[in-house]
């Protein structure tokens, strides 16, 4: 028995020749989770105590937490609180801080209509994206015009872009139904400004629009009254210039005859012919007079061209679902240094870049003219070529460049109410041929140079405390690079890192507060023109190569591909804006 016994033991398995088999327990992780959730409830090896604001005590193990949490990795591997069995947040009642545990122990949590307010917070405190997350679709499927407004404002403080641009769109589509709301009567002065002044919101008449600016303000009449005349300068008077009716009725409203701009405003829809009257270049009565058009009005790309063999710059429309290009007017002391930008999908602006010597000068076009042409209008207070140009709020912003003798750091911004230009805080290094892109009502200058080094540096410019930030920078440096902006997300394209040009791109997310890579583009492209429509990124000719000059590529973000179109050599196209469909369009 025992000689049996041990030739089992010394016995060796014959097998026929075959590959080795990987075997994995598909439940084991979750088996260890629900361990240590259990060890967890009954304290045993817990290392670490977090007090809540309330005093109250949540166990856990301080290697789950950082395996989980940034928030936590950072306490425990570098902070003060490393060596401790007892951490404070006081930022966190024990409600919440003890379901962001579970959460981290379970992977699972329950949200609520009485928890989400306070549960998105706490968890970008603890830097848990997949709360977030979670809270953000909740909120997204109680949207409803009742209380889009104030989700809104939530999403806004919460840095939650795509929560923040489907309420935006509910309050235009449902803006009947919005005003109506307790939470519209309960806006401030400047919230009902940036809603009546959008120019897609769905009223089927600017009366509308004028009856919810007079139930705004008797809401609180003696404390609301002096808000009047600002509110009015965004209601589009002139539009009711065809239904006399209506216009004498609003002319009588008693609230109206006690302000003199009130009255101004009122004498200007009187006086308007749509047939007739010719607006010179004020931004502000020139959109009063402008149909609002929900959804948008269907839009094309301005595209600018320059050839070294012709003396101006030309522009073209160019329409990507028909593929149809068509003339546009040109500009007779233009050059390609120039910074662009576009207000309003209708009001597109040139500033400075280089004739036979560096230019303050600026140009407006006005693509909703029956005869757009560019005309001058007030010069910047600094020389400019190659700087950023960023919109935002009705001003113009021209973000650095070169003077002709150095590169610069100062920034100067255009209010096209008042028609003057000012200085405002200068960027903390100087950059010329810099990309500009506008998020979250905040300007980013992304990369440039200073004429010798090249940057791949990102600031960030705050309106409301007039001060720059740095932000995180890019992967590579990036003078030249073309930047745009598309459904919350800011992309960097293209440049050159002062040794090869580049057709690598990256994006950013402020929510995240890093930059990572996409796919790159066919071709390698410095100074593009890049412009965000119908939810693709068009990125628009370039230097150096003369085979890019007249093509486009398209980037999907849904698929991170990028499409290849060629269009008809006229030029070297270098830049473009989005812009309304111009009347002329058509009829050219």
Not at 186 to 204: F, G, Q, R, W
Not at 547 to 552: A, G
Request: proline residues 4%; glycine residues 6%; hydrophobic residues 40%.
């Amino acid at each position: 028995m025992d000689t049996l016994f041990e030739n089992g033991l010394n016995q060796v398995l014959e097998f026929d020749e075959c590959e080795q088999t990987n075997f994995k327990n598909n439940v084991h992780c979750f088996k260890i989770l629900e361990d240590l959730q259990s060890l967890r409830k009954s304290e045993v090896l817990c290392d670490i105590r977090i007090e809540a604001d309330d005093g109250k005590i949540v166990f856990a193990h301080k290697n789950v937490l950082m395996a989980s949490s940034p928030y936590f990795c950072g306490m425990f591997s570098n902070f003060y609180e490393s060596n401790k069995d007892v951490v404070n947040i006081r930022e966190l009642d024990s409600t919440v801080l003890q379901l962001l545990v579970d959460y981290i122990y379970t992977g699972e949590i329950m949200v609520t209509k009485e928890n989400v307010q306070v549960l998105l917070p706490a968890g970008n405190l603890l830097q848990l994206d997949f709360v977030n997350h979670a809270c953000t679709a909740f909120l997204q499927k109680q949207l409803d015009a009742s209380n889009c407004l104030g989700i809104r404002a939530f999403a806004d403080l919460h840095n939650c872009t795509e929560l923040l641009s489907r309420s935006e769109a509910l309050i235009k589509k449902e803006f009947l139904e919005v005003i109506k709301s307790d939470e519209f009567l309960s806006l401030s002065s400047e919230e009902v400004v940036k809603l009546i002044s959008c120019s897609d919101i769905n009223a089927p008449s600017e009366e509308k629009i004028f009856d919810c600016v007079v139930k705004w303000v008797k809401h609180d009449l003696d404390l609301r009254k002096d808000f009047l005349p600002e509110l009015m300068e965004h209601v589009r008077l002139p539009l009711l210039a065809s239904r006399p009716g209506i216009l004498f009725s609003i002319v009588n409203e008693p609230l109206l005859k006690n302000s003199q701009k009130c009255n101004d405003y009122v004498s200007e829809a009187l006086r308007f012919n749509p047939q007739t009257s010719v607006q010179h270049f004020d931004i502000s009565k020139m959109i009063r007079c402008q149909p609002r058009q929900f959804g948008g009005s269907q839009k094309v790309i301005l595209m600018f061209n320059w050839s070294d063999t012709f003396p101006k710059c030309y522009t073209e429309w160019y329409d990507p679902v028909t593929q149809l290009r068509k003339n546009a007017p040109e500009i007779s002391d233009f050059h390609e240094m120039a910074g662009l930008g576009v207000m309003k999908n209708k009001f597109v602006f040139a500033l400075g870049g280089v004739n036979r010597s560096c230019s303050q000068s600026v140009r407006m076009l006005d693509v909703s003219s029956q005869s757009p042409c560019w005309i001058p209008i007030v010069n910047m207070l600094v020389c400019r070529k190659l700087p950023g140009v960023g919109v935002l709020d009705n001003c113009i912003y021209a973000v650095g460049g070169y003077d002709g003798i150095s590169s610069l750091n100062s920034v100067e911004v255009f209010n096209v109410t008042y028609q003057k230009w000012r200085m405002v805080s200068s960027m903390t290094i100087v950059r010329r041929n810099l990309g500009v892109g506008v998020l979250n009502n905040r300007l980013y200058a992304v990369g440039g140079a200073n004429g010798t080094f090249m940057f791949k540096s990102v600031e960030c410019y705050d309106p409301s405390i007039n001060k720059w930030t740095p932000v995180s920078d890019m992967s590579v440096c990036r003078s030249g690079v073309g930047v745009g902006v598309l459904d919350g997300v800011m992309y960097a394209i293209g440049g050159f890192n002062g040794s090869v040009d580049l057709k690598s791109a990256e994006i950013y997310r402020p929510c995240d507060g890093v930059w990572s890579s996409i796919s790159d583009m066919h071709f390698s492209r410095y100074r593009p023109g890049v412009v965000a429509l119908n939810g693709l990124l068009y990125v628009i000719g370039g230097e150096p190569e003369e085979s890019i000059h007249h093509t486009v590529e398209i980037y999907n973000p849904h698929t991170n591909t990028w499409t290849l179109k060629i269009l008809s050599s006229r030029g070297r196209i270098y830049g473009g804006v989005v812009v309304d469909k111009p009347p002329m369009f058509l009829t050219n």
